[in-house]
């Protein structure tokens, strides 16, 4: 939800450029959003949707009016608050609605890409109808689901490595595969395929087919126009 065209527009754009989500509708007022609710709901009952980008303060009414709804009608997916409203109330009633990350406007997309991308990794842990392997992993739901940021990586990588990473692609001339940058690096492949793939997933890289060679095209990296350092 974002009453302003031109930034919904962008919004929209930055999802569209993650791998593994989509925009499934946008609305410039709380009556609107009701509206496309009501029309895209399945005939089970279902959200069309998994996770809701929400504006505060909106022409006829406010975001958390909406979420409230939203919950009383059966919704658990994760909700992000973009929003340039900070006050201690609205806060504090964002997380009792269930608001698990809240960026304050401006922000750039490698700082929606990383809470998005927290969003589908505490998805995969909670998929199925079993249970959980314990406290760590309890630990990793709730740490991506509500504050996961863009300088927190997944388990095993680390920031200082990383870095060395994302200067090496970025002074390349031309992609790297995970091999090339690993013996710049002194690493092992594998390795650097992991820090890679984080910044693919983040969006600050893209992956790409690299042709020419014997057998299978190998993958390689390119650092991603416009991206962010960190």
Do not use: C
Not at 4 to 15: C, F, K, N, R
Request: charged residues 30%; proline residues 3%; hydrophobic residues 45%.
């Amino acid at each position: 939800m974002e009453d302003e065209d031109v930034t919904a527009a962008l919004y929209a754009d930055h999802v569209s450029r993650l791998p593994g989500f989509s925009p499934a509708g946008r609305a410039a007022s709380v009556d609107e959003a009701r509206r496309l609710v009501a029309a895209a709901l399945r005939r089970d009952g279902r959200f069309p949707f998994d996770v809701v980008l929400l504006d505060m303060n909106l022409p006829d009414g406010h975001g958390l009016d909406l979420l409230g709804q939203l919950r009383a009608a059966g919704f658990e997916g994760g909700v992000l608050a973009l929003t340039a409203a900070t006050e201690l109330p609205v806060v504090r009633r964002a997380l009792a609605l269930g608001v698990v990350q809240y960026l304050v406007k401006p922000f750039g997309f490698d700082e929606l890409a990383a809470r998005l991308t927290g969003f589908r990794s505490a998805d995969a842990l909670l998929a199925g109808d079993g249970r959980l392997g314990g406290q760590d992993q309890i630990d990793d739901v709730f740490r991506v689901g509500r504050h996961r940021g863009a300088e927190e990586l997944p388990k095993g990588l680390t920031d200082g490595t990383l870095r060395t990473v994302v200067d090496a692609v970025r002074a390349a001339d031309a992609g790297l595969s995970a091999s090339e940058v690993g013996e710049r690096l002194g690493m092992s492949r594998v390795t650097a395929r992991r820090y890679l793939e984080h910044l693919v997933a983040i969006g600050r890289v893209d992956r790409r087919a690299r042709h020419g060679g014997r057998g299978r095209p190998e993958q390689e990296y390119v650092w991603r126009a416009g991206a962010a350092r960190r």
